[in-house]
């Protein structure tokens, strides 16, 4: 009776610290208190999300230079610049500006699995500044 009352009480403590801690340090990963605070392009599309998060990376240079970047982003792509064994299906994300990759329009899908089943719709953009991508 007493081990499963340590289970139970060390369960119950993971749970406190997830819920409390990590979680919304990950909801928030990289961004300051007024970003998380601030209205974001395409806020006023979904009226009542059923999960929101502001996550922010830093990157010091021109919003032009990482625009090429981000818009060759995707699966069978340049990749997605992460844990490429996991979110490209084991092959490596690209060291480089792919041109093939430098188009951008509304309605275009950008694919998030091998298979290309899966992925996202650009619902909008403003070159360099966004873009709102849609599933």
Same mark, same amino acid.
């Given at each position: 009776?007493?081990?499963? =009352?340590?289970?139970?009480? %060390?369960?119950?403590?993971? &749970?406190?610290?997830? &819920? %409390?801690?990590?979680? !919304?340090?990950?909801?928030?990963?990289? /961004?300051?208190? /007024?970003?998380?605070?601030?209205?974001?392009?395409?806020?006023?599309?979904? +009226? $009542?999300? +059923?999960?929101?998060?502001?996550?922010?990376?830093?990157?010091?240079? !021109?919003? /032009?230079?990482?625009?090429?970047?981000?818009?060759?982003?995707?699966?069978?792509? /340049?990749?997605?610049?992460? =844990?490429?064994?996991? *979110? #490209?299906?084991?092959? +490596?994300?690209? =060291?480089?500006?792919? !041109?093939?990759?430098? $188009? &951008?329009?509304? *309605?275009?899908?950008? !694919?998030?699995?091998?298979?290309? $089943? #899966?992925? &996202?719709?650009?619902? *909008? %953009?403003?070159?360099?500044?966004?873009?709102?991508?849609?599933?």
């Amino acid at each position: 009776m007493e081990i499963f =009352l340590t289970i139970l009480l %060390f369960a119950l403590l993971a &749970i406190i610290v997830y &819920i %409390f801690l990590l979680r !919304p340090r990950n909801l928030t990963w990289g /961004a300051t208190k /007024a970003e998380v605070k601030m209205p974001l392009i395409g806020d006023d599309i979904v +009226h $009542k999300p +059923h999960f929101v998060a502001t996550r922010a990376v830093t990157i010091k240079a !021109p919003a /032009a230079e990482v625009w090429q970047w981000i818009i060759q982003i995707g699966s069978s792509r /340049a990749g997605w610049y992460s =844990l490429d064994r996991i *979110d #490209n299906a084991g092959v +490596h994300s690209t =060291l480089k500006i792919l !041109p093939e990759f430098q $188009k &951008i329009e509304l *309605d275009y899908f950008i !694919p998030f699995t091998p298979d290309q $089943k #899966n992925g &996202i719709w650009v619902k *909008d %953009f403003h070159h360099p500044e966004f873009i709102l991508w849609w599933d």
